[in-house]
């Protein structure tokens, strides 16, 4: 069944709580912010596969930019199941990975001279979406765990922190290899 009607009067509940809470409250954002990335996201991993993007050589592995994408979706889910109250931790090697690729990402672009207006590719421009959608979600989240809602223990918060920022590194390798600069702003 597709809905219940049981959140109709504004309330909803999480895994097997019997216990319901405010739609408009700070874990329902969270809960929210976290789902509203992973679909955002899986456009992005949509255009990404459509665009033939490529891969990113890291260690001594090699992934599509696609595969990349979608691995974060999984590690969203851990991250959302973990917000809602199950026993789920995101591992230091996964942060370690995305550091990994982020790395592998900036060996292979220009160095940031400044800001950048987003743009360039469509791909680029979804991506750079996304990576402000995940700064959202991680205030989200860190709201979650500063009011004592959950205790996120593991390594949740640096893997969010580390997602927005292969999002940018990715963003701006769809423009490298598109071959379209960067356009930093005039501030005029």
């Known amino acids: 069944m597709l809905y219940t009607g049981k959140g109709d009067k504004g309330t909803t509940k999480v895994l097997d709580s019997k216990e319901r809470f405010s739609k408009g ?9 976290l789902d509203e990335l992973n679909s955002f996201i899986g456009l992005c991993k949509f255009k990404a596969q459509q665009e033939q993007s490529g891969e990113v050589s ?3 592995e090699r992934e599509k930019v696609y595969e990349i994408l979608h ?3 999984e590690n969203l889910f851990i991250i959302q199941a973990q917000v809602a109250g199950a026993d789920k931790k995101i591992s230091k090697i996964k942060v370690n990975k995305v550091e990994e690729i982020i790395k592998a990402i900036e060996k292979e672009i220009p160095p940031i001279k400044g800001f950048s207006i987003a743009g360039g590719t469509e791909l680029s421009a979804l991506l750079d979406i996304a990576r402000t959608i995940a700064r959202r979600t991680e205030r989200r989240v860190v709201i979650v765990k500063e009011l004592g809602l959950r205790k996120l223990p593991g390594h949740t918060l640096p893997y969010l922190n580390r997602l927005s920022s292969l999002l940018f590194a990715l963003a701006r390798l769809a423009n490298h290899r598109a071959g379209v600069k960067e356009i930093t702003p005039s501030y005029k």
Not at 25 to 33: F, K, P, T, Y
């Open 58 to 60: 890291f260690s001594k």
């Open 25 to 33: 409250s700070d874990m329902a954002e969270a809960l929210g912010s």
């Open 71 to 73: 691995e974060a979706q």
